[in-house]
C-alpha cells in the first residue's frame, strides 16, 4: 500500500504561481511513476504530468507545457508540481497518484487539494 497526501493549494490571482506538493509513504519502493490530475467542475478529471519515480523522466499535458514543472525528491519521498503563469482555467483539484510496477495505470491517490486563480 502507498498512502499520498497533497499541499500548497490555495487561492491565487491570474498570473501567479503555486507549488504543490505531494508525499508518499508506505511502500514507496513499489513506486514506478508518479502524476498530477485535475478535475474542474462538472468537467472530467485530466492528467497534467507524470514523472518516472527512478528515472525523472516526465511528461506534460499540452495545456500546462511551459508553465508547470514536475519534479521529485526520493530522499523524501515527495513530488511537486510547480504551477508557474496559472490562468483561470487551471481551478480544479488537483489530486496526486502513484503507478507501481505491478499496475499498468495510476491505482493509489491522495485526497486532492484545491487551486483557485481568480482575476
Known amino acids: 500500500q502507498v498512502q499520498l497526501v497533497e499541499s500548497g493549494g490555495g487561492l491565487v490571482q491570474a498570473g501567479g504561481s503555486l507549488r504543490l506538493s505531494c508525499a508518499a509513504s508506505?511502500?514507496?519502493?513499489?513506486?514506478?511513476?508518479m502524476g498530477w490530475f485535475r478535475q474542474a467542475p462538472g468537467k472530467e478529471r485530466e492528467s497534467v504530468a507524470g514523472?518516472?519515480?527512478?528515472?525523472?523522466?516526465?511528461y506534460y499535458a499540452d495545456s500546462v507545457k511551459g508553465r508547470f514543472t514536475i519534479s521529485r525528491d526520493n530522499a523524501k519521498n515527495t513530488v511537486y508540481l510547480q504551477m508557474n503563469s496559472l490562468k483561470l482555467e487551471d481551478t480544479a483539484v488537483y489530486y496526486c497518484?502513484?503507478?507501481?510496477?505491478?499496475?499498468?495505470?495510476?491505482?493509489?491517490w491522495g485526497q486532492g487539494t484545491q487551486v483557485s486563480v481568480s482575476s
Open positions: 508506505g511502500r514507496t519502493i513499489s513506486i514506478y511513476r
Open positions: 497518484a502513484a503507478q507501481t510496477y505491478a499496475s499498468a495505470n495510476y491505482v493509489y
Open positions: 514523472i518516472g519515480w527512478s528515472t525523472g523522466h516526465n
